[in-house]
Nanobody, 119 residues
Framework: QVQLVESGGGTVQTGGSLRLSCAAS????????MAWYRQAPGKQRELVAT???????NYADSVKGRFTISRDNAKNTVSLQMNSLKPEDTAVYYC?????????????WGQGTQVTVSS
């Protein structure tokens, strides 16, 4: 199991920036994919961005060009740089790790961090 702790959430005005961090309890070097999800009130949780062990990234269309996901294997952290924030980015943001143990797939979630973008 991997414990994940998100930080960096807060309240920002439209057009502002925030940087979220996800700290893992163990080395992420062997973790296949790290991802950020978000869940707005009354909506389903949605995928925001992913980064593989080879640093290949993928983004939801709604955040392309504004958000950047990165990983620092030495610090066991994954970050999400969010620029040009919009009110519709308001949500709880969750970190998730996908990995294999004993040839079986596993995934773990963090507890989430609130991001609020005011208009």
């Amino acid at each position: 199991q991997v414990q994940l702790v998100e930080s960096g959430g807060g309240t920002v005005q439209t057009g502002g920036s925030l940087r979220l961090s996800c700290a893992a309890s163990r080395s992420i070097f062997s973790i296949d994919t790290m991802a950020w999800y978000r869940q707005a009130p009354g909506k389903q949780r949605e995928l925001v961005a992913t980064i593989t062990s080879t640093s290949t990234t993928n983004y939801a269309d709604s955040v392309k060009g504004r958000f950047t996901i990165s990983r620092d294997n030495a610090k066991n952290t994954v970050s999400l740089q969010m620029n040009s924030l919009k009110p519709e980015d308001t949500a709880v943001y969750y970190c998730k790790a996908f990995y294999f143990e004993r040839a079986s797939p596993h995934s773990d979630w963090g507890q989430g961090t609130q991001v609020t973008v005011s208009s």
